[in-house]
């Protein structure tokens, strides 16, 4: 493998506010934003700025290169199913602390298994400093969790999960 990069970032929206979510992306030094949502807006206006527009643009102005990566979220039957499993087990969205089996397994199965983790770090150049992003505060509950194990599974690659 060309090594590419040695690190990798995630990063989730909920629980911060405008300033210590681009605050956290400006220390890290972030240079490359990979939205891997499917639906890039969120209701309401608390997290308004997390909204794809209003990211692209502020991105573009700390001069980090904003790309998306759909294919890479979870399918609405996927998130139903654990919509399911947390109604199930009356959890709700908010205090769930890991993700159902169902979810990890399909999310594995739908996206993981064709994915090619160097076919993915070769779009970057070696100094990329790279962030996973989705909604999710905690890294557990999401599925940027598992995109970013099977990258450091893969390629040896270092995760640090931001929490803004």
Do not use: W
Request: glycine share 4%; hydrophobic share 40%.
């Amino acid at each position: 493998m060309n090594e590419i990069i040695n690190k990798l970032y995630t990063i989730g929206v909920y629980g911060s506010t405008e300033d210590s979510f681009f605050d956290a992306l400006i220390q890290n030094k972030i240079t490359v934003f990979c939205d891997i949502r499917a639906r890039r807006g969120l209701r309401g206006k608390k997290y308004a700025y997390a909204n794809s527009m209003y990211l692209q643009q502020k991105l573009a102005q700390l001069n980090i290169t904003y790309r998306h990566f759909k294919g890479l979220s979870p399918s609405i039957e996927l998130r139903d199913e654990q919509a399911r499993h947390d109604k199930e087990n009356k959890i709700a969205r908010r205090d769930r602390q890991v993700l159902g089996n169902v979810f990890t397994d399909g999310y594995r199965q739908d996206v993981l298994d064709d994915f090619d983790v160097f076919q993915f770090l070769h779009e970057f150049k070696a100094d990329d400093n790279i962030v996973l992003f989705c909604v999710e505060k905690e890294p557990t509950v999401c599925h940027r969790s598992l995109l970013a194990q099977k990258i450091s599974d893969v390629a040896t690659v270092m995760i640090e999960h931001i929490i803004p």
